[in-house]
């Protein structure tokens, strides 16, 4: 695979979509800038993503892609630009999203059990200070059956190994049973089973009619796991269906002349 | 026991509580610094509020204290956020600069103020119940008692309201973000609380026994539990149970309260240091012993299931073979013996058909990592447990 150009593997793409502009748009980012302290990690960026895609952003590390996703979930501030989910701003719309954080960025000492951190996932249609019940419970239970780890409910998370907390929070996600799932590198740290049980489950979501976008790394399995991508690099470079425009001229563009470097990782 | 000692007690009992809440989320947001910069720098908030109120159990003075509480957060906050200087250093700065113009303050009016710095570190619980509450004339109590046990009674009340919020923001800041609770409000929320609770058993127990209080009892059932519920009841637990055996202490010795009350915390948390069930520094060593025994024990299944030559499997060769003290060689045979993991005939080891299978699995296991076949493994395999 390492020496097989990009523009073999597109026509093995699975996606047999059509084109953005005939489809809803479920999620909407109009001229965003995002800056840490005063230096833009974000420079407007426009990007529309068509309900019902299996999408990845990809780009080198620094390129700002978690920081896209934080954005537009309303955990980062922007500078400057707006974000739509389904034509209304994202504080309306909170119940349609769900979010996936990266795995390194909770302690996974914290004092609970799988099920519990599933569990948090039923808070956000809970709203405040109302506390979660046995329809909740219920909720969570199948959530984790569904990802394979019903056995494990009761066990304390800092118990399970990388690809089983990565599983708990998939199920956290899937219990919101929202439209757009946004997930920050879910397959960094697991196993080979689990980064298979991953992929199936987002493939079954984006056949239920959801919108996953995923940030990804591999790019080796972009055309394998997605039907859209989105070359990220600080600006954006290119957004589309995988098989038209994961080509070798985007990577050019977005990992500069030694992206083939990071394919080989 | 006479009545003062009683309320003595209850004083420090309800103080101990009203800090083991708080105490436990700020630990779990390793935040335990936090409560001592807090201690510390509400004293110049304590004097100016004394000066205007003249009433150390004023809800002004405790209310203007608390607000140099929140204060300190918020300066510690903005000098960390320029990126020029890490939090710690930022806690190391503000808090002293805070406490030492609550210290000239108190030393330019010596004269006419009731506090001095040996009573703001140490606090005076003996003296707590000669300052009485009177309602229309009526001895309702000590003072303090009310003001401790009305901090007590909001701070608990806010816990059963907001205990999912505090979870989730204490667990997953972006996930609480992304469904809408505000991860600022909490954590403000938090810190006001640690301010109140500050104040309110500062009078009774001290800038130092605060910290104390505060993260000594959760640390302790920090170490103790995988529950949150869990750890909020032992370390509300230990914090009574150090409340009240410190001011005995303090009783047998006719020592400071305060003193003794912290000494007890110490106390009970390197008890639980050391000796707690799966995380005590006892228990991780007895783990890790386990660990190399089991380690050697594969190590010595494996060359005999490498090796068919009999001069390879013979008891003494063994030894050289892998090379190692006659005393740990002597172990692992003798729990490879007692597991039927082998068997010896005139004095050649070979594996029995258990040994056998046994040996595959763990070699399996350790060349794929799967998840799967760990969950066997667990049960009968100490080393793969965590």
Known sequence: MKNESYENIKHSSPSDKTSASARVIAVK?????????????????????????????????????????????????????????????YEKQRQLVAYVPQKGSVD?????????????????????????????????????????????????????????????????????????????????????????????????????????????????????????????????????????????????????????????? | MSNAQLEIQLIASLVAVACAIPGTFLVLRKMAMISDAISHSILPGIVVGFFITQDLNSPLLILLAALTGIITVVLVEYIQKTGLVKEDTAIGLVFPALFSIGVILIAQN????????????L????????????????????????????????????????????????????LAASLGFSPAIIHYGLMSVSSVTTVGAFDAVGAILVVALMIAPAAAAYLLTTDLKKMLALAIGFGIFSAIFGYWVAHWLDASIAGSITSVLGLVFLVVYLFAPSKGIIAVMYREKQQRTEVSLLTFLLHLKNHDELEERHVNHLREHINWQKVRAKTVLDLAQKNNMIHIEKNIVSLTTKGDEFTSKAIDYIMTNEDAQIEDMKDDFFLFRG
Do not use: C
């Not at chain 1, 199948?142 to 800092?158: C, D, H, Y």
């Not at chain 1, 009619?209 to 394998?224: A, M, R, S, Y």
């Open chain 2, 110 to 121: 010596a004269n006419d103020v009731h506090l001095d710095v040996d009573a703001v570190l």
């Open chain 1, 108 to 265: 996974w000492d914290f004092p609970t059990t799988a099920l519990d951190v599933v569990m948090m996932g039923t808070y956000g249609s809970l709203g405040w200070i109302k506390r979660p019940g046995q329809k909740e419970k219920k909720a969570s239970l199948e959530a984790l059956e569904k990802v394979g780890m019903l056995a494990f409910k009761s066990r304390q998370i800092s118990q399970l190994s990388g690809g089983q907390q990565q599983r708990i929070f998939l199920a956290r996600a899937l219990v919101q049973n929202a439209s757009i799932y946004f997930m920050d590198e879910p397959f960094q740290g697991v196993d080979a089973t689990t980064e298979i049980a991953i992929i199936n489950i987002l493939k079954e979501l984006r056949k239920a009619g959801k919108t996953v976008i995923v940030v990804h790394h591999d790019l080796q399995t972009v055309p394998e796991y997605f039907d859209w991508v989105t070359f990220l690099n600080v600006k954006k470079i290119a957004t589309g269906p995988v098989k038209d425009i994961f080509n070798d001229d985007n990577l050019t563009k977005t990992y500069g002349i030694n992206y083939k470097v990071s394919i080989q990782e």
């Open chain 2, 123 to 174: 606090g005076e619980l003996a003296f707590a119940p000669f300052d009485r509450l009177l309602i229309g004339g009526a001895d309702v109590g000590p003072k303090s008692l009310w003001v401790v046990g009305t901090i007590l009674l909001i701070t608990v009340a806010l816990l059963i309201l907001f205990f999912k919020e505090l979870k989730i923001s204490t667990f997953d800041k972006g």
């Open chain 1, 29 to 89: 980012v109009d001229d965003l800038t995002v800056a840490y302290n005063y230096k833009p990690v974000l420079w407007d960026i426009d990007l529309e993503i068509p309900e019902g895609v299996l999408m990845a952003i990809v780009g080198p590390n620094g390129a700002g892609k978690s920081t896209l996703i934080k954005s537009i979930l309303g955990i980062l501030k922007p500078i400057a630009g707006s974000v739509s989910i389904y034509d209304k701003p």
